[in-house]
């Protein structure tokens, strides 16, 4: 009953936390003033329980959430890039978002542009939109700088090299199953010197919070092409942003 309670919320949730950056990232006004929502609050609680096991793009995107909640823009960063490394297109959108407002890096549109489109490669409806926004207001050599840029970023965050290297952490983590599924892991990791995150053992099931819909050990959580399907369905739904409006 357990189980089947957490994946009913699954899907709603996962669905949610798809679409924070725009509700974080988007104006500085708008961002503090999501910062008091309490569904901004229960999402950033739910990324803090959700495990990330053999998930490094959820990691980076969640920490990095965590980190850009509390203003601590250059750690935001450095998880976003971490989450960008493995394929994950909300640290990728987020990058350019911060390197358009200068958050935790000075200012500059022309590689804001690049992560942005980087972001929008599979075609996202707000990804593409936000992209397409932006580029907008820059001047055609601005635009033709972000070309350059975009295609360095390409070399190592691109779906053609990120995708495989998570794939290959799945399949790492797929071979990590037991049969008693015992251990818990809050998706938190410790990060050496070298940046190699540590994998703890996979999170029980009475304390388990999952992104997958279907449960931790679906098979969308694990088989890259089921995995990479299930992102895109929840990657490419749509969330309104309303005006900002005054607390009496």
Same mark, same amino acid.
């Given at each position: 009953?357990?189980?089947?309670?957490?994946?009913?919320?699954?899907?709603?949730?996962?669905?949610?936390?798809?679409?924070?950056?725009?509700?974080?990232?988007?104006?500085?006004?708008?961002?503090?003033?999501?910062?008091?929502?309490?569904?901004?609050?229960?999402?950033?609680?739910?990324?803090?329980?959700?495990?990330?096991?053999?998930?490094?793009?959820?990691?980076?995107?969640?920490?990095?959430?965590?980190?850009?909640?509390?203003?601590?823009?250059?750690?935001?960063?450095?998880?976003?890039?971490?989450?960008?490394?493995?394929?994950?297109?909300?640290?990728?959108?987020?990058?350019?978002?911060?390197?358009?407002?200068? =958050?935790?890096? @000075?200012?500059?549109?022309?590689? +804001?542009? !690049?992560?942005?489109? $980087? %972001?929008? #490669?599979?075609?996202?409806?707000?990804?593409?939109?936000?992209?397409?926004?932006?580029?907008?207001?820059?001047?055609?050599?601005?635009?033709?700088?972000?070309?350059?840029?975009? =295609?360095?970023? @390409?070399?190592?965050?691109?779906? +053609?090299? !990120?995708?495989?290297? $998570? %794939?290959? #952490?799945?399949?790492?983590?797929?071979?990590?199953?037991?049969?008693?599924?015992?251990?818990?892991?809050?998706?938190?990791?410790?990060?050496?010197?070298?940046?190699?995150?540590?994998?703890?053992?996979?999170?029980?099931?009475?304390?388990?919070?999952?992104?997958?819909?279907?449960?931790?050990?679906?098979?969308?959580?694990?088989?890259?092409?089921?995995?990479?399907?299930?992102?895109?369905?929840?990657?490419?739904?749509?969330?309104?942003?309303?005006?900002?409006?005054?607390?009496?």
């Amino acid at each position: 009953m357990l189980w089947e309670q957490a994946y009913a919320h699954s899907a709603m949730r996962s669905s949610f936390l798809a679409t924070l950056a725009f509700l974080l990232l988007f104006g500085r006004s708008q961002a503090d003033d999501s910062m008091d929502s309490e569904r901004v609050r229960d999402a950033l609680h739910d990324m803090e329980m959700t495990s990330t096991w053999y998930h490094d793009d959820l990691f980076g995107e969640y920490a990095g959430f965590q980190h850009y909640a509390q203003k601590q823009y250059k750690d935001a960063l450095h998880y976003f890039e971490l989450g960008a490394y493995y394929a994950d297109k909300p640290s990728q959108i987020s990058i350019g978002l911060m390197y358009l407002k200068g =958050e935790g890096v @000075a200012a500059d549109p022309v590689t +804001a542009l !690049a992560w942005l489109d $980087l %972001a929008a #490669e599979r075609g996202y409806p707000m990804y593409v939109a936000t992209r397409d926004r932006i580029r907008a207001t820059l001047t055609a050599d601005q635009r033709t700088s972000a070309v350059e840029v975009r =295609e360095r970023l @390409a070399e190592r965050y691109a779906d +053609a090299v !990120a995708k495989p290297r $998570l %794939a290959e #952490e799945l399949r790492a983590g797929l071979r990590q199953k037991t049969g008693s599924r015992t251990g818990f892991d809050t998706g938190v990791r410790i990060l050496f010197v070298d940046g190699d995150p540590q994998h703890w053992g996979p999170p029980s099931p009475l304390d388990m919070r999952t992104a997958c819909p279907r449960g931790f050990w679906s098979d969308e959580c694990w088989k890259p092409e089921l995995y990479f399907a299930m992102r895109d369905k929840q990657l490419s739904a749509t969330v309104k942003v309303g005006p900002v409006e005054e607390q009496k």
